[in-house]
């Protein structure tokens, strides 16, 4: 069965440094997605992107935030300058449509420590 | 905003039903999504409603009333297996994201 994958699962970053994140979509899917949880919270849209450019946005996805699809099959999140707030599980989902189509499949995440 | 209110946690039998309920803001609703989580992994899907009525999926059913903003999953033959915590979301007024509840951390004993 395609699943979405990520890399690295850990990452453990200091305060001020730049990390990318990066994710595999399935592979005939045309949405990407990036949320995160906070350990204890709730999960939390971040990005949406669609036809190469950034569809829907939150509050939390603010200029230290950047996403970029390098090729055809990479989908990353950049966080230029780390805060210790950005500790958080941040996970991928791609979906075949948009929300209404239905299923966001979701990867198995990747935890970021900022020291 | 889009407000989503579930019960933070519920205790339930081995064997036994559960339900559990989820209330959201009406305003520019498309579609109601239940996601199950256990600890540390990523949330996986369970169902996905838009029109009214339950809809029913093996062990899980999945209800949605658009006029009064509120969902419920149903849980049947309760499994240890089927303690984790279930996410009620739905979508964003524009479409292109899911705006999640805070989870209902199910606990099921023997």
């Known amino acids: 069965e395609p699943e979405v994958t990520q890399t690295p699962s850990h990452q453990v970053t200091q305060m001020g440094q730049e990390v990318i994140l990066r994710c595999v979509p399935i592979s005939n899917h045309l949405y990407f997605y990036w949320y995160r949880q906070i350990l204890g919270q709730k999960v939390e849209f971040l990005v949406s992107f669609y036809n190469n450019e950034i569809s829907e946005k939150s509050e939390i996805f603010d200029d230290q935030f950047s996403v970029e699809r390098p090729d055809g099959s990479n989908f990353t999140l950049k966080i230029r300058s780390t805060k210790l707030e950005d500790s958080a599980m941040y996970f991928c989902?791609?979906?075949?449509?948009?929300?209404?189509?239905?299923?966001?499949?979701f990867g198995p995440g990747t935890r970021l420590t900022v020291t | 905003g889009q407000n989503i209110d579930q019960p933070t946690e519920m205790t339930a039998t081995e064997g036994a039903i559960v339900q559990i309920n989820c209330t959201y803001q009406t305003s520019g609703f498309n579609g109601l999504f239940w996601y199950q989580q256990h600890a540390g992994e990523a949330p996986t899907f369970l169902s996905y409603n838009v029109l009214d009525g339950l809809e029913e999926k093996g062990r899980f059913s999945s209800f949605l009333s658009r006029s009064k903003g509120y969902s419920y999953l149903l849980l049947k033959e309760l499994q240890m297996k089927d303690s984790a915590s279930y996410l009620c979301?739905?979508?964003?007024?524009?479409?292109?994201?899911?705006?999640f509840g805070k989870g209902t951390s199910l606990l099921v004993t023997p």
């Open positions: 979301a739905r979508d964003s007024n524009s479409g292109y994201a899911l705006n």
């Open positions: 989902a791609s979906s075949e449509g948009g929300t209404t189509g239905g299923e966001q499949y």
